[in-house]
């Protein structure tokens, strides 16, 4: 079986309008917001399915350049396919030499300075040129971190599991600057989402976080937690 991406618009975007759908989240009620209520399909991209491409699961897709970079979050790695669907590489590989990772979490497109960042959470980054070629790793240590994204300043990580932050369970948001350095020019915590339902008591050791009010974002971040 193969796997297509599925190009997709707001219906704004359909009708021309310049602003983005927003979706209240707050409200409660009976109705059912389906897909086809915000988005219409305008096209579909069927990949490759070479035995050295063949993707398990998708877990992410960001698109570059026109081409598409896909996590497969079964096998654990990035491919990167052109606007036909052609594969045309794998980002790093699998291992546990130099520039190997033991396996791709999630990742994120750095567009401003060309390069691929690869989360091998929860404490390490590897870093490759759009072409595949390996740049540096660095350590993320000590926070805790399983989702990633790029931005103008550096980069979003976040928690996957709930945590405890000042005696309320959170998920805590780090922000990074380019080259993942620590410190107040480098990464801290700069907020926290309420978690909603319970949790499993943690039974790891506690990971001091750098409490900040950086970018006017709330944050009296305490002990970040990880759940077992």
Avoid at 91 to 106: C, F, K, L, T, V
């Amino acid at each position: 079986m193969g796997i297509a991406v599925c190009l997709c618009l707001s219906c704004t975007q359909m009708r021309g309008g310049q602003e983005g759908v927003v979706l209240d989240l707050t409200e409660k009620g009976t109705d059912t917001l389906g897909f086809g209520d915000v988005f219409d399909v305008v096209g579909v991209v069927p990949l490759e399915t070479k035995n050295e491409c063949l993707l398990g699961h998708v877990s992410k897709v960001e698109v570059v350049d026109g081409n598409y970079y896909v996590l497969d979050g079964q096998r654990k790695v990035v491919f990167v396919f052109d606007g036909q669907g052609a594969f045309l590489r794998r980002i790093g590989i699998m291992g546990h030499g130099h520039g190997e990772y033991e396996r791709a979490s999630d990742f994120t497109v750095d567009r401003d300075r060309r390069r691929v960042v690869i989360l091998c959470g929860p404490r390490e980054v590897y870093m490759y040129d759009l072409q595949g070629q390996f740049v540096g790793k660095k350590d993320v240590g000590p926070w805790w971190v399983w989702k990633i994204a790029s931005c103008p300043e550096g980069f979003v990580g976040s928690t996957e599991d709930a945590t405890y932050s000042e005696g309320e369970m959170a998920y805590l948001f780090y922000a990074f600057d380019p080259d993942f350095m620590y410190g107040a020019s480098g990464s801290e915590c700069v907020g926290t989402m309420p978690c909603r339902w319970p949790i499993r008591p943690c039974k790891r050791p506690a990971a001091r976080c750098s409490a900040s009010t950086a970018r006017g974002m709330p944050s009296t971040c305490g002990t970040d937690r990880p759940t077992a």
